[in-house]
């Protein structure tokens, strides 16, 4: 039986007996309890963008939450946060651990107490989740591949502006990318920068690569948040900064999804980005506390939400869907930057 049919037949008894109105929502009994949530940085527009759509899920009563910690992108912050939201009485924890490596002991605590974490947008190495909220992080790495690849006509020389290696999601867009390119456009040099999401070290690197290698053709940027306007202002500092379409137009894609990622694809700064979903992102990991904290249980297979939960080592990870944005489709009312802007 293929994992469709598995999840179909699994919808119809589900049906049956009444308990549930959709596919992959979990069974069990009733629960509740507060919800501890640590966010990882509001230093940068996607994170920021994050806070607010938790803000929003919140005030709308998603769940009982304590308030918000931030770790500020250490994960030192990340252990005593959660510790001290655990002190408080929280039963759940909503967490995005940036270090993927360095959580493993605070994961064993809190599974030791019983207490389910929910892990956003990065899949811990090691220990046990209730549910991971994320994206495909090697289908970042590989449709920025392929965009480039495309472009480029499999020829040229490209900048690959890299996150922080010890960060799964650094690690899975990093490996798909160079993959993709070493199997699919060998005819393509790929110059691996890495950065540990820092804006100001992405351009730096760049800097020096341009002064060695003047014929850049394409860059890739893993996190738009940090590294889109450090790039725009040294590619417009060393006149580089020429319009999509025209004679030295460097082609740029790059991964979040942001407003002003829109915008520079709309004056054709840069060429497409992949709309991570930060609405989605608050609205599901909220969803899975609420369902943690009453016990249901999730099974790999199709979800209600145009998405699909995989088993990993830890538990479980929920795949939200994050479409390709070029100026074909860059004002698509559905894209949550393009709410985000109406709401302003």
Not at 28 to 40: E, H, M, R, Y
Not at 211 to 224: K, N, S, T, V, W
């Amino acid at each position: 039986m293929t994992p469709r049919t598995t999840a179909v037949a699994a919808c119809a008894v589900l049906l049956a007996t009444a308990a549930l109105t959709g596919c992959n929502r979990g069974s069990s009994t009733q629960g509740g309890g507060k919800v501890g949530i640590d966010v990882p940085r509001t230093d940068t527009d996607f994170w920021s963008s994050y806070q607010q759509y938790l803000k929003k899920d919140l005030d709308a009563g998603a769940v009982d939450a304590l308030p918000v910690s931030n770790s500020q992108n250490q994960i030192d912050k990340v252990v005593s946060n959660v510790q001290a939201l655990t002190d408080q009485g929280a039963k759940a924890i909503v967490m995005a651990p940036q270090d993927t490596g360095a959580i493993s002991s605070e994961l064993q605590r809190l599974a030791e107490k019983k207490i389910p974490v929910i892990s956003v947008d990065t899949r811990p190495d090691k220990g046990r989740v209730y549910m991971v909220v994320r994206a495909d992080n090697r289908a970042y790495g590989e449709k920025s591949c392929d965009y480039l690849g495309k472009k480029l006509g499999g020829k040229g020389r490209v900048a690959e502006l890299e996150g922080d290696l010890s960060s799964i999601n650094g690690r899975d867009r990093s490996e798909a990318f160079g993959a993709c390119m070493k199997k699919k456009y060998p005819g393509i040099t790929v110059h691996e920068l890495t950065t540990d999401w820092k804006g100001e070290v992405g351009s730096a690197k760049l800097q020096s690569l341009l002064a060695q290698h003047r014929d850049i053709d394409g860059i890739y940027l893993q996190a738009g948040g940090v590294f889109l306007q450090p790039t725009l202002a040294l590619l417009e500092q060393k006149n580089l900064l020429k319009p999509a379409g025209t004679k030295g137009h460097i082609t740029v894609i790059s991964n979040d999804g942001i407003p002003d990622e829109f915008t520079a694809i709309r004056a054709g700064k840069i060429d497409a980005t992949l709309s991570q979903p930060a609405d989605a992102y608050a609205k599901y990991a909220l969803y899975y506390a609420r369902q943690a904290l009453r016990k249901k249980t999730f099974h790999p297979g199709p979800t209600d939400h145009d998405s699909t939960i995989v088993k990993i080592p830890g538990g479980l990870e929920d795949q939200l869907p994050a479409p390709l944005v070029t100026k074909d489709n860059v004002d698509d009312p559905k894209l949550w930057a393009n709410q985000m802007e109406k709401e302003k």
